[in-house]
Structure formats: structure tokens, C-alpha cells
């Protein structure tokens, strides 16, 4: 998103005088209508979005940073950075050139990289000289890539080089400067990316930032299926964005650049092309010591207006990236951020079971098991005539309402002493009854010719080896001789 740790948010003066105006302005324009956002549906979703993959935990944009983000740290998406290279492959990295976060003019990096005297700006370079390069040789736990100082410790540094074995699961390849094509090929399916294509003002006409749309345009569409409404595609400058959407107009996910971002603050200005999610810095100093809150402000307007966009915060220059900040966007209705920690966003997240991009609570304990719950069904018998002497048919079921299976289910009828000689029934095994299942029941009552007649009331009794018992009742009426039958209640 930013520029660097120290240097991430750097706008020109004339943000300073539209987000001044935009405080005395009453925005009133027109709401737009659209399908519905995937990136604000659910409405509750707040994304943990791993800056470079969270630069302060694993070497910045580098595929190891990338996929331990999201299968070790806790994130649900990541952002990445994007230049294109004199060979046109799109590649990964937060600044255009390599000498802040690689091996760049060490005696020990490769030719042409031991010397200084090589341009160290990503487009002025080919894949396979930039794959030369070690992407984790500055990177240390806890500070990063910049403010490099040789004590420190450098866990990762050699192994893109192949001088240090990698750590299980990965490979060399993980820790060099990876391209775009790499990250969605090894990354799972559907992965949420957010990828920024840089703006820079040493890139005359913008050639090389219109070139990285395009490509990306081109990544994309060949993908299986065609689009990819999962890659959400940013860039401060406004010919970037353009150049996409006029590259792959079908794709929706695109967040507002900073002049359109301007022109819709100020003047209540419609996106153009149409954008799903705004990306503001946590804040914005108007003048010295003069700060707005930049999320919200944008959200005022935004609800005024009645437009969904999503809204994804990064932390400008001097903010503490802290619980208190996280609580304060998570209030405030946002959509996510862009932590340099992703570990400590998530830890967060969890502990306040704030909804993940399904609207799930994260990390809300389970219910406390209930077990087995059997309940009875109605209990009855085929209408018309029994003769006695004939066989009499009851059936039922039983149903189990808990969250655990009813093992070794039986039915019996409780025939009274005294009836035994009229009637006989033998018990059924029904077996297992699964959490939420029914099962059905018949049992077979058979009668004297001589013995059984009038009405007998019997019992009806479910038992399990967990389940406890149910009970029921039945009415069977008799009678020996030709006319009126039995029925059940």
C-alpha cells in the first residue's frame, strides 16, 4: 500500500486542501445502483488483509511471507505490490528498486548485483536477473526489511541463494522475488489478494505502471474460468486503473485511486470506471498537528451518499498499530486492514470474535455438548377390523433432537401381566439413531382367538445405551367374535 514503514502514505498537497474543503462541504449525490459487493457482503466481515504478507513476521512479498500469512498468522487476505520487468513479467515487490530489501551490491550477491554501479530499479531488469536476487537478506523478525543494520538477525537470509537449507515445506524459490503468475499458482484457490499496482514519479508518462495493468489484465483473464473477482486491484495513480479496466472491464474489484478518491470526496464525484472498495490511511494530517480520521471521514460521506464500498485501512506514518486501533475501525464499521503484524490483528480478532469474510464470529467456542435427545413419535396402529386371534401391526418413531448419536435403540410394548395370555409381542432393535434423524419402528402384536377381546391399553417404551427412555402409549381393542374391531389412540 504505502511507501515504506517509515514513508508509507505520501499524497500531494492538493489531498490537504480537498479533504479542508470536503469538512465545510454538505455532500448530497446521487447513490448508484449495483449488484451487491462481494467485498461488503456479509455486511459484518472484517478482512486481516497481511501487508507484504506482514513485512514485520516474514521477508515482505515474498511467497513464504505470502502463504505462511494465511496458513500460519492468521490472515485472511494479502496485499501485494506490483512493477513489471524490462522483459514484461509481472513481479512482486513494495519498492521499484531492490537495494532496500535484497543482497543488492554485496560482494556476496550474484553478478550483476555485487555491483553498485547496476541500476537498481525493477523495470530496467529481466526476470532471471531479478530471481538472482536474495529477497529475504535483509528481512529481520520483528523490524523488517528497512532500517537495516548488519548485527542484526537475518533468519532467512541464503536460502534463496541455495547457501542455507530451506525450512521444511518450502523451497529456495519462496524466498526470492516471486512473479504474480507464482502467487495465485501456489496459493489455494480463491485466496483474497489485494495487489497494488505501483505509482511512481520517476516512471515518465506512467509507461511502466500502464504496461503492469496490462499484464495483470492478461494474468488474470487466463486463469481457469476467466476472472478472478478474489485479486482486488489498487493503485494510487488513476492511469493504472484505467488501463486495467480498460484491458479486463469485467472485473469488478478495483478500489478507487487517489484522484478519483479526491474528485468523489470532494465534489460527490461517481467512480469512474466503478470501484467496490476505498483504501484510505488510518489518518491524515490537514496541517501540523492538525489529523482527521481518514476511514471515517470517507464512511460519512459514503453513507450520506448511499454507496457500498468497502473499506480497507492501512496505517499511515507514526501509527501505532495496536488493539486500540484495531477496536476503533472494527467500530467504526470498516472492512479491514492492513497489518504489518499479521499475528497480532488476528489475535485480536479472535479474542473479540469479530466476523471473517463468511460473517463467521472468529474463534467463538463451541457449544457445550448436549448429547443424545430421544423423543417418541406418535404411536398407532392400522384402523379396521382385528379379529382376534389376528396379528396387529404397531408402528411409530423415534426421533433424536441432540448433537450426539442414540446408540442401540429398542422399542418395546409393556404388555401387563394379566394380558399375557391374550397378547404377545416380541421388542425391536432399531440401532443407531444419527443427531437429528428419525427412525421408524414396527412391532407385531399377536393375539389369542380365544383369549383376546375388549381393549388393552400398552405401553410403549424407546430405550439406548445413552439415551435414557422415552414412553408412549397404545389401545388396542378386541373383540373374540365376528364385528367391531380394534383401533389405536
Given amino acids: 500500500m504505502g511507501e515504506k514503514v517509515t514513508q508509507r502514505f505520501a499524497p500531494p498537497r492538493a489531498l490537504t486542501v480537498v479533504l479542508a474543503a470536503a469538512f465545510a462541504v454538505a455532500l448530497v449525490a ?20 497481511a501487508h507484504q504478507g506482514g513485512e514485520l513476521e516474514a521477508p515482505g512479498n515474498t511467497l513464504y511471507a505470502f502463504k505462511t500469512a494465511l496458513e500460519d498468522r492468521g490472515a485472511d487476505a494479502v496485499e501485494m505490490d506490483a512493477y513489471i520487468t524490462s522483459d514484461g513479467e509481472l513481479v512482486v515487490n513494495h519498492d521499484r528498486t531492490v537495494n532496500d530489501t ?19 530499479q525493477i523495470w530496467d531488469h529481466t526476470l532471471a536477473e531479478l530471481k538472482l536476487l ?26 534463496a541463494t541455495g547457501d542455507v537449507p530451506p525450512p521444511d515445506g518450502y523451497t529456495a524459490n519462496d524466498f526470492r522475488i516471486p512473479t504474480f503468475q507464482e502467487v495465485i499458482d501456489e496459493l489455494p484457490p480463491g485466496t483474497k489478494i489485494n495487489i497494488d499496482i505501483k505509482d511512481q514519479s520517476q516512471d515518465v508518462g506512467h509507461v511502466h505502471g500502464i504496461a503492469a495493468a496490462q499484464e495483470l489484465a492478461a494474468i488474470l483473464q487466463a486463469q481457469p474460468g476467466g476472472d478472478n473477482e478474489n485479486v482486488m486491484v489498487a493503485s494510487f495513480g488513476s492511469e493504472q486503473i484505467e488501463a486495467f479496466h480498460n484491458a479486463m472491464p469485467e472485473h469488478d474489484s478495483i478500489s478507487g485511486s487517489l484522484d478519483a478518491t479526491n474528485d468523489y470526496a470532494l465534489g460527490g464525484q461517481p467512480f469512474d470506471p466503478p470501484i467496490q472498495a476505498m483504501q484510505p490511511p488510518d489518518k491524515y494530517e490537514l496541517s501540523p498537528g492538525v489529523f482527521i480520521d481518514t476511514p ?31 477496536a476503533r475501525l472494527v467500530d467504526a464499521g470498516m472492512q479491514g486492514f492492513f497489518p504489518q503484524d499479521s499475528t497480532e490483528l488476528a489475535t485480536f ?15 467463538t467456542p463451541p457449544a457445550e455438548p448436549v448429547g443424545p435427545i430421544g423423543s417418541l413419535g406418535k404411536v398407532s396402529t392400522k384402523k379396521g377390523k382385528i379379529k382376534a386371534g389376528k396379528k396387529a401391526k404397531v408402528s411409530g418413531s423415534v ?68 439415551g435414557g427412555m422415552q414412553t408412549g402409549a397404545v389401545v388396542l381393542k378386541y373383540k373374540a367374535k365376528q364385528g367391531k374391531t380394534g383401533s389405536a389412540k
Fill in 296 to 326: 471515517e471521514f470517507l464512511k460519512g460521506i459514503m453513507d450520506t451518499n448511499g454507496d457500498d464500498y468497502a473499506i480497507h485501512v492501512w496505517g499511515a506514518d507514526g501509527t501505532d498499530e495496536n488493539d486500540a486501533l484495531y
Fill in 399 to 466: 426421533t433424536n433432537g441432540g448433537d450426539q448419536a442414540m446408540t442401540n435403540v429398542r422399542v418395546c410394548l409393556d404388555i401387563p401381566k394379566k394380558v399375557r395370555k391374550a397378547l404377545k409381542a416380541k421388542c425391536v432393535t432399531v440401532g443407531d439413531v444419527a443427531p437429528g434423524a428419525t427412525a421408524e419402528f414396527t412391532i407385531t402384536v399377536k393375539s389369542k382367538k380365544k383369549k383376546a377381546k375388549g381393549k388393552y391399553k400398552l405401553g410403549v417404551e424407546v430405550t439406548s445405551d445413552n
Fill in 134 to 159: 536474495d529477497a529475504a537478506y535483509k528481512f529481520s523478525p520483528g523490524k523488517g526489511e528497512y532500517g537495516y543494520t548488519p548485527s542484526d538477525p537475518h533468519p532467512f537470509r541464503g536460502i
Fill in 30 to 49: 446521487p447513490a448508484t445502483g449495483s449488484a451487491a459487493n462481494p467485498w461488503t457482503t456479509p455486511s459484518n466481515q472484517f478482512l486481516d488483509m
Fill in 102 to 120: 535484497t543482497d543488492y551490491g554485496e560482494a556476496t550477491a550474484a553478478p550483476p548485483w555485487d555491483n553498485v554501479a547496476t541500476s537498481n
Fill in 349 to 363: 480478532l479472535c479474542a473479540n470474535h469479530v466476523p471473517d469474510a463468511t460473517g463467521t464470529p472468529r474463534c
